[in-house]
């Protein structure tokens, strides 16, 4: 199973960035595909997920309203579309499937990361 992020950078604060998440090796249709994100010194933590049975959606409270998680089956790709971007949303975004919820425990693959940094 290999998950490939890309799409982060650098922005201003207010702006914008899209991510996306290509997987391989797996039945990605039958799968729950999050992201969490981790900044210097924190723990791993949840921003979104998309369940794979019925395409339903989760958020972090910290991102609802400017973040959409969606997924393409026929790409097996995952993108997380993050709109009004604060410097607090400065860390390295993982994607990772397996889960649906904020544990990262219950997630058993994960991509390598992808920077985003948001500048004040």
């Known amino acids: 199973v290999q998950l490939q992020a890309s799409g982060g950078g650098l922005v201003q604060a207010g702006g914008s960035l899209r991510l996306s998440c290509a997987a391989s090796?797996?039945?990605?249709?039958?799968?729950?595909m999050g992201w969490f994100r981790q900044a210097p010194g924190k723990e791993r933590e949840f921003v979104a997920v998309?369940?794979?049975?019925?395409?339903?959606?989760s958020y972090a409270d910290s991102v609802k309203g400017r973040f959409t998680i969606s997924r393409n089956n026929a790409k097996k790709t995952v993108t997380l579309q993050m709109n009004s971007l604060k410097p607090e949303d400065t860390a390295i975004y993982f994607c990772?499937?397996?889960?649906?919820?904020?544990?990262?425990?219950?997630?058993?693959?994960w991509g390598q990361g992808t920077q985003v940094t948001v500048s004040s």
């Open positions: 998309v369940v794979w049975s019925d395409s339903s959606t």
């Open positions: 990772a499937t397996g889960g649906r919820g904020w544990d990262p425990r219950e997630y058993d693959y």
């Open positions: 090796g797996l039945t990605f249709s039958r799968r729950n």
